[in-house]
């Protein structure tokens, strides 16, 4: 009687040490989770905030060339070339420029030990 009392003891202890590392696993889960979206997050707000200022500063300089120029739609020729020639800079190197360092960074977020 005593042996069956410890083998049920043993089986229940190994049930809660299961349910236990289950509970673990989904708590990390969770927290890698709310932390790669909440860098996600703050990342496409900063961008948005970084696209607004782009934006601002590349009209206030479009009529400033425009205004030294002479001729309103030169400003702005100027300045989308110039942006064109960023966008084909930023097309060839890509993978250099933005995959690599993009990847990286959600990988150092998922296995940072805080």
Known sequence: ???????????????????????????????????VLSSIISGVLIAFIGILTILFLSLALTWYISRMVG????????????????????????????AGPFRNKIIQVMFRKD
């Open 71 to 98: 001729e309103t739609y030169s400003g702005f020729l100027i300045v989308g070339g110039a942006y064109f020639v960023i966008g084909l800079v930023t097309v060839c190197f890509r993978k250099k420029l933005l």
């Open 1 to 35: 009687m005593q042996e069956q009392h410890k083998i049920e003891e043993v089986a229940e202890n190994v049930k809660k040490y299961f349910q236990t590392q289950y509970e673990l696993v989904t708590l990390k889960t969770a927290e890698k989770t709310s932390t």
